[in-house]
């Protein structure tokens, strides 16, 4: 499985932006997709997740009511609506995706993409 995350950029606080990944390859299995982040000299943390069959979804604290994750199953691609940034969103923003689990702990996720930048100034 191969994961292409884009939509990145540059963006003052308080606008949007929205990331997309498409995931190619054996998708056929996909359990849920999601989204982790990392800010410089911070660790990894969870973002959101959507669950393929039904669409459930979970956020976390830090983003909720202002990110919303959702899916085309057709198009094997999430994406992200990031709204009302603030600077603590800058990081580089990592699709993932599980063929097994729905979850935030990012060790149930077995597919990575490379990442894609999103960078908030004040």
């Known amino acids: 499985v191969q994961l292409q995350a884009s939509g990145g950029g540059l963006v003052q606080a308080g606008g949007s932006l929205r990331l997309s990944c498409t995931a190619s390859g054996r998708t056929f299995s996909t359990a849920a997709m999601g989204w982790f982040r990392q800010a410089p000299g911070k660790e990894r943390e969870f973002v959101t997740v959507v669950r393929w069959s039904g669409g459930s979804t979970y956020y976390a604290d830090s983003v909720k009511g202002r990110f919303t994750i959702s899916r085309d199953n057709y198009k094997n691609t999430i994406y992200l609506q990031m709204n009302n940034l603030k600077p603590e969103d800058t990081a580089v923003y990592y699709c993932?995706?599980?063929?097994?689990?729905?979850?935030?702990?990012?060790?149930?996720?077995?597919?990575w993409g490379r990442g894609t930048l999103v960078t908030v100034s004040s």
């Open positions: 993932v995706m599980s063929a097994s689990s729905y979850s935030a702990r990012a060790s149930a996720y077995e597919y």
